[in-house]
């Protein structure tokens, strides 16, 4: 017993909006496409979860945002699916996949099988037993990857307004619900093994200006150590969190963000992987000719790096999944994936992106104050190879885009650093 179809998308998170709304722009017929995802809904603007979601008035809700709402394009509503004759094969899980046979076993038992496969199976939240530290179940525990997630901790959030909350980690995830928990009235601390927040992209003097902001809301910064394991009550429930620096925080609830990891194993042994994720080429082609991956699980040749890399932010997500759309339905016309990194965030009333690469010298620009506008570029043998902006206008993105994208020749540091913005406007 099975289904058939031409397409078939695995995974129904961002990139799998994304595709399906390209495949209709480049003629796909009904009942040619299939998607599907063990989420019980249609689609949706991932990063939503930890910023709109999480406000205490008024919070985003879906349908409102459906892919693909997040690029200013049409928003894909499960009646959408159906009028494109899209089959949505929703709150379903893949459990094994033959990639010889050409067909998918999912969790109901029943057998689809394709012509062309699109791997979007994103990645999961890792969890604290992997660092030896149980407790992830308690119900004030929380995590932050889907709705599910998301929906567990705005009810733990009502549950503990004028408490204490813990964030574990420093990147995303803990930077942008450590604001929407003060948001929300409760107290903070975060608790990170570097020696300031998002240690991967931002530099010590960017940290600074957002921590010194968070601090000033009550936010407490304990840097350079782990937590080693909870207290519990009579529940089960958390009440405490015990560092390995011997000290011991008080919590009524936690949020714990320390990475991902892609969903890949379906197709290990099956498929070409580096650098944890499935390899693919410009056209974002898997080392079988049916399959193609996008999105968090896809390790793809960025130009501007001059290597393999696997991203993990939402722009390459979208474009990841145009691009393999086109190079499925019309290889001909379809170049190599160009794609220039770009990651964002929002977090009370800040709003910076970055475009490019983070490495080499860096030079800073702007008033580091809040409400003021600054940035930071980063410059490589000579080359300008990446740019931070903070509380820029749309114009003013684009234009740090476009200049990050040409790679412009600096000849002088000091320089960069005096122009500034301008330095981008003029190129
Ligand atoms: P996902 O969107 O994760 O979708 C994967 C889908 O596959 C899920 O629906 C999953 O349930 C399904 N799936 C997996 N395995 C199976 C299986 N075996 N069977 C069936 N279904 C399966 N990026 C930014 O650039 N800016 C942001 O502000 C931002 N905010 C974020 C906020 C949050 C809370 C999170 C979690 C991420 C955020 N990101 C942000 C990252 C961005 O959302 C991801 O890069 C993006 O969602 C990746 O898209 P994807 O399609 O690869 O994976
Ligand atoms: P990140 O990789 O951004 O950050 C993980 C954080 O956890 C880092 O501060 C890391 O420190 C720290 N960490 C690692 N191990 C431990 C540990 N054992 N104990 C305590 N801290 C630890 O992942 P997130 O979980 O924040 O985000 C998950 C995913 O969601 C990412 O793919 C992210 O891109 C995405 N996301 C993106 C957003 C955006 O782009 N605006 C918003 C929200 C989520 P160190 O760096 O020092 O290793």
């Known amino acids: 017993m099975g289904r058939a179809f031409v397409y078939v998308i695995l995974g129904g998170g961002v990139s799998a909006g994304y595709a399906a709304l390209e495949f209709t722009r480049r003629g796909v017929s009904d009942g040619e496409l299939c998607i599907i995802s063990d989420e019980p809904v249609a689609p949706y603007e991932r990063p939503a979860l930890s910023k709109g979601f999480l406000l205490p008035e008024d919070p985003t809700r879906l349908p409102s945002f459906h892919t693909c709402v997040g690029a200013n394009d049409e928003k894909l509503t499960p009646n959408w699916y159906k009028e494109h004759g899209i089959e949505l094969i929703l709150g379903t899980r893949v459990k094994s996949v033959d990639l010889k046979r050409m067909t998918l076993v999912s969790s109901t038992g029943e057998t689809i099988s394709y012509n062309f496969l699109i791997i979007a199976t994103g990645a999961r939240a890792m969890k604290l037993e992997e660092f030896g530290v149980e407790g992830s179940d308690a119900e004030n525990v929380c995590y932050l990857r889907d709705l599910s997630d998301a929906n567990k901790l705005a009810t733990v959030i009502q549950s503990s ?60 910064f304990i840097k350079g150590t782990v937590m080693t394991s909870f207290e519990f009550d009579e529940n089960q429930k958390v009440t405490a969190v015990n560092l390995k620096d011997g000290s011991q925080l008080p919590a009524d609830m936690v949020v714990v963000g320390i990475g991902i990891r892609p969903n890949i194993s379906l197709f290990e042994g099956q498929l070409a992987m580096e650098k944890g994720g499935i390899k693919v080429n410009s056209k974002m082609q898997s080392s079988d000719s049916t399959v193609y991956a996008i999105g968090d699980v896809a390790t793809f040749p960025v130009k501007l790096y001059g290597e393999m890399r696997r991203l993990e932010h939402v722009d390459s997500a979208r474009k990841s999944a145009r691009h393999a759309v086109s190079a499925i339905m019309e290889p001909e016309n379809t170049g190599e994936f160009d794609y220039l990194p770009c990651f964002y965030s929002r977090f009370f009333a800040f709003s910076w992106q970055f475009y490019g690469d983070h490495v080499g010298e860096v030079v800073h620009f702007g008033e580091y104050e809040e409400g003021k506008v600054f940035g930071a570029y980063w410059v490589k043998e000579g080359h300008l190879v990446g740019t931070f902006l903070e509380g820029g206008t749309k114009e003013e993105y684009e234009t740090i885009s476009k200049v990050t994208q040409l790679k412009p020749v600096v000849m002088d540091m000091e320089e960069l650093e005096r122009e500034g913005l301008g330095f981008a406007e003029r190129v």
């Open 161 to 220: 307004s004028n408490g204490n909350a813990v964030v574990i980690g420093g990147g995303y995830i803990g930077m942008e619900c450590a604001a929407s928990l003060v948001i929300n009235k409760i107290n903070v601390s975060m608790v990170l093994p570097g020696a300031h927040c998002m240690a991967r992209l931002f530099t010590p003097k960017i940290a600074a200006m957002y921590e010194d902001y968070y601090s000033a809301k009550g936010v407490k």
